[in-house]
């Protein structure tokens, strides 16, 4: 990544203004997030500086649900986030394939000040990853997304910020 193409990239709250699918869940998610303090103090523990990038559309159910949080994140403890479309940008894309296979998003790239990449998250926490690949994938699309919305409803964020983190402790 180049810190040229990175900081032409929408800032979250560009991203966020621009949004035409989903637009009024992207911005109730966003508005309800909330980040607990234990969660802020790890993030702020595991140094400053940090760089991320997502690759989204605003059609993704899962991006929907995990962006607006780590963008609360990213507020809290002031690191910049940007977001890039998906479709547009398949370099980046498809070095950050799921099972070096699929175009799953969301994706967050972490890099270090000097824009070297220190790990990615996505697209979805592990746990409700594992539940759409196995028990998921026997449900109609609209049945299934309604499992996978209460999951997200119920965790809050938690568990999206937690395995972000755990990204860059593997890197310190």
């Known amino acids: 990544m180049d810190k040229d193409r990175f900081e ?17 869940l992207w911005h109730a998610v966003y508005d309800r997030a909330e980040i607990p303090a234990e969660l802020i103090a790890a993030a702020r523990a595991g140094g400053s500086g940090w760089l991320l990038l997502a690759l989204s559309e605003d059609w993704c159910g899962d991006a929907v649900n995990t962006l607006p949080v780590i963008a609360r994140l990213a507020l809290e403890v002031g ?16 070095a950050h394939l799921t099972d070096d296979r699929s175009r799953s998003i969301p994706v967050v790239i972490v890099y270090d000040p000097t824009f070297q990449e220190v790990g990615w998250w996505g697209p979805r926490p592990a746990e409700i990853q594992e539940w759409i690949l196995g028990e998921g994938l026997s449900m109609p699309s609209p049945e299934r997304y309604k499992v996978v919305r209460r999951w997200y409803a119920k965790d809050r964020g938690r568990t999206t910020v937690t395995e972000l983190l755990g990204v860059l402790t593997r890197e310190a």
Do not use: H, I
């Not at 032409?8 to 009024?24: C, H, I, K, M, S």
């Open 8 to 24: 032409r990239a929408p800032t979250f709250e560009q991203y966020l203004g621009g949004v035409d699918r989903n637009r009024e």
């Open 79 to 94: 690191w910049d986030l940007r977001v890039l479309s998906r479709d547009a940008n398949p370099d980046l894309m498809d």
